[in-house]
């Protein structure tokens, strides 16, 4: 079974600043993929950034990267340089990489609030 | 490319009532699958689909059916709705051969049954 936990129901950053968000996981796929998703107030999902397990080093894309460390279970998202437009909920999602199943399990979500 | 298409956007159903949620792509995805979001949560399975005619359930399939009789359609019904169904619907679909490509997701059904 997957399980992930984000423990942050909420966060505040300045306009400008980095912000990380947390990202915990279990699982016993030998090989998993972890994803990042961006729900703004309109409801819908965006895909941010995806990182595999046997990555060796961290996904980046534009001002987002993923902290990976396997030892310790966990994929946080940094945002870089925030920007007002980044207030939404960030949800943290697993999938297993060698089964047919595919689905995504998610965590509870991160509600970020960007302050000018 | 439309992506992955939802309809309706908005409904409300009386306790009792059936319906569908339907759920388009035009990638030629072969994993298709339904989340509810219920609020304050993270998206859970409902039901998926790995190709035509294949179909399994996930973590909270009760009261809902799928089917899939084509690559393009996955759609979801409510057998009696019943108010603990009142969610935010989101059907999303991906390439099965490599668990690193994302999934995309349709705009979302958001119900209510009162």
């Known amino acids: 079974a997957q399980k992930i936990t984000q423990t942050q129901p909420g966060m505040f950053v300045q306009e400008k600043e980095a912000v990380t968000l947390d990202c915990t996981y279990d699982?016993?796929?030998?090989?998993?993929?972890l994803f990042w998703y961006k729900q703004p107030s309109s409801g819908e999902m965006i895909f941010l950034i995806y990182?595999?397990?046997?990555?060796?080093q961290n996904a980046t894309e534009g001002r987002y990267s993923l902290n990976f460390q396997k030892a310790r279970k966990s994929a946080n998202l940094v945002i870089s340089a925030s920007q007002l437009g980044d207030s939404a909920m960030y949800f943290c999602?697993?999938?297993?990489?060698?089964?047919?199943?595919?689905?995504?399990?998610f965590g509870s979500g991160t509600r970020l609030q960007v302050q000018p | 490319n439309a992506g992955v298409t939802q309809t309706p956007k908005f409904q409300v159903l009386k306790t009792g009532q059936s319906m569908t949620l339907q759920c388009a792509q035009d990638m030629n995805h072969e994993y298709m699958s339904w989340y509810r979001q219920d609020p304050g949560m993270g998206l859970r399975l409902i039901h998926y689909?790995?190709?035509?005619?294949?179909?399994d359930q996930g973590e909270v399939p009760n009261g809902y059916n799928v089917s899939r009789s084509t690559t393009e359609d996955f759609p979801l019904r409510l057998l009696s709705a019943a108010p603990s169904q009142t969610s935010v619907y989101f059907c999303a679909s991906s390439y099965v051969s490599d668990g690193s490509q994302e999934q995309y997701f349709g705009p979302g059904t958001r119900l209510t049954v009162t």
């Open positions: 990182q595999g397990s046997y990555d060796q």
């Open positions: 699982t016993s796929d030998p090989s998993y993929g």
């Open positions: 689909s790995v190709g035509a005619g294949i179909t």
């Open positions: 999602a697993m999938r297993a990489r060698d089964t047919g199943r595919r689905a995504l399990t």
